[in-house]
């Protein structure tokens, strides 16, 4: 069976490096790319799973690159930076972004956060692993496929990344329940919040604009102001 391949694109050789041996020690195939052209070069040529992407590159940066494989790809994209403003990971992660991770970083907190994305990736795995939970949903114009991850809005199929169908998903499984932002985060992430972030508020503005909610004056996604997000029955 072939080796699961990671993309890591990063101006600095030693950063490569080191991803590249613990990727590899962990058993992952890698290539390797110093910018941005050259790694979009390589997703074109080979099977990559998941991209780790460097935001500070010269010439085409990674937000950029990031914007130009959601134009193609699903894979999970996992950013690495050097800057821990909650701009710039809202910038990151508005961009397609599935995880954000911040320079200086414990390898084997990065190496987790690849597996869990990779998890969610290749096994279609939603957030709530309870296996009670339908297969197929239909309501309010959506229909959701959890086998296939196929997702249509009013007969419109809708490519979503792992991360955007697992919230989804969420919401749709228990129509009419409110779920806060925090709880989104510990039932599709799986990790305890340890901060106050935008990541959920985010990704549901990403899901929004692909599900075309703007133009509906009915909307799918509901917000409940000061609570969370629910999809009525």
């Known amino acids: ?35 941005a052209r050259e790694g979009l070069d390589i997703l074109e040529k080979e099977e990559i799973s998941l991209a780790l992407l460097d935001i500070m590159m010269p010439g085409m940066d990674g937000l950029e690159m990031c914007r130009r494989i959601r134009e193609k790809h699903n894979i999970p994209i996992i950013m690495l930076s050097a800057k821990s403003a ?38 279609l795995n939603p957030g709530s692993a309870d296996a009670s939970q339908p297969n197929e949903i239909e309501l309010r114009g959506l229909s959701i496929n959890k086998e296939n991850h196929r997702v249509t809005v009013y007969g419109e199929e809708v490519k979503l990344t792992p991360i955007e169908f697992d919230i989804l998903y969420l919401l749709a499984s228990n129509p009419g329940k409110v779920f806060s932002t925090d709880e989104i985060f510990e039932r599709v992430w799986n990790e305890k919040v340890y901060e106050a972030n935008n990541t959920v508020m985010v990704h549901i503005r990403r899901l929004r604009g692909k599900m075309k909610e703007e133009t509906r004056q009915d909307k799918i996604i509901t917000t409940v102001w000061g609570v969370g997000y629910k999809i009525e029955k």
Not at 4 to 25: C, M, N, P, R, S
Not at 91 to 112: H, Q, W
Request: glycine share 6%; no cysteine; aromatic share 6%.
């Open 86 to 123: 909650d701009l710039d990971k809202i910038m990151g992660l508005g961009n397609g972004a599935d995880d954000y991770v911040t320079k200086p970083f414990n390898p084997l907190e990065l190496i987790a956060r690849v597996k869990a994305q990779l998890r969610r990736y290749t096994e």
């Open 1 to 35: 069976m072939a080796q699961t391949k990671i993309l890591v694109v990063d101006d600095e050789k030693d950063i490569a490096d080191l991803l590249e041996i613990y990727l590899v020690g962990d058993g992952y195939a890698v290539a390797k790319a110093n910018n």
